[in-house]
């Protein structure tokens, strides 16, 4: 997983209650991503990282804040978690570049009851 | 807005074939296109980039084809194992900067003995 990892690989948790994920990487990588994957959905970008404290919002932020203290940690939280964001949430990150891959992390599956 | 379309239906294929997945675009002229593979419960991994000048790029057993006037990508493995059974998607460059991507929902192909 190239230097990526996320915590917790599994949670469940209840409806109306916070939440946040931790990525962390290793590799000095200037981008990190958040993506949520759902069926029929295929990954779909929630906030992203340009840089320390500077992040921006994807196409499914609605619900979803992002902090980005350090290069090598990017969380994602969910303030009041409904059933809708009941997912499998991927991390990601590149280190810039026009045509740079993206490395990802193993995912965190999220159910909220 | 960009819009990529995959095969949502598996394929299933024989040890040896030639197994070929699309991606399609539309609403976009993307810079590069890419393609990933993911298997269950496992985060997305790099597999190979073309960019919009180039109309063929190789590695290996793998080879991608890039026609920018059907706004088509088409993706071949040769001689294919079952150990190539998996999910593959195809992700072109996003507007808006930040080196983000846009990713189809994915094909899965499975190898038969």
């Known amino acids: 997983d190239a230097g990526i990892t996320q915590s917790p690989r599994h949670k469940v948790t209840e409806t109306g209650t916070p939440v946040t994920l931790r990525c962390h990487q290793t590799?000095?990588?200037?981008?990190m991503y958040w993506y949520r994957q759902d069926p029929g959905h295929g990954l779909r970008l929630i906030h992203y990282?340009?840089?320390?404290?500077?992040?921006d919002k994807g196409e499914v932020s609605d619900g979803y804040s992002v902090s980005r203290s350090k290069t090598e940690d990017f969380l994602l939280t969910l303030e009041s978690a409904t059933s809708s964001q009941t997912s499998v949430y991927f991390c990601?990150?590149?280190?810039?570049?026009?045509?740079?891959?993206?490395?990802f992390g193993p995912g965190t599956r999220l159910t909220v009851l | 807005s960009q819009k990529i379309e995959q095969n949502s239906e598996a394929l299933n294929i024989q040890e040896g074939k030639t197994a070929t997945l699309t991606c399609n675009y539309t609403?976009?002229?993307?810079?590069?296109l890419q393609w990933y593979r993911q298997d269950p419960g496992r985060g997305p991994v790099f597999l190979l980039l073309i960019r919009e000048n180039e109309k063929e790029k190789r590695k290996e057993r793998l080879k991608v084809t890039f026609d920018t006037t059907l706004k088509q990508s088409l993706f071949h493995i040769t001689a294919s194992q079952p150990a190539d059974s998996a999910t593959y998607l195809c992700?072109?460059?996003?507007?808006?900067?930040?080196?983000?991507?846009?990713f189809g929902t994915g094909t899965q192909l499975k190898v038969e003995l």
């Open positions: 590799e000095n990588h200037r981008y």
């Open positions: 609403n976009y002229s993307p810079a590069y």
């Open positions: 990601a990150a590149t280190s810039g570049g026009r045509t740079d891959t993206q490395y």
């Open positions: 990282s340009y840089g320390v404290k500077d992040t």
């Open positions: 992700a072109l460059d996003a507007r808006g900067g930040g080196n983000k991507l846009t």
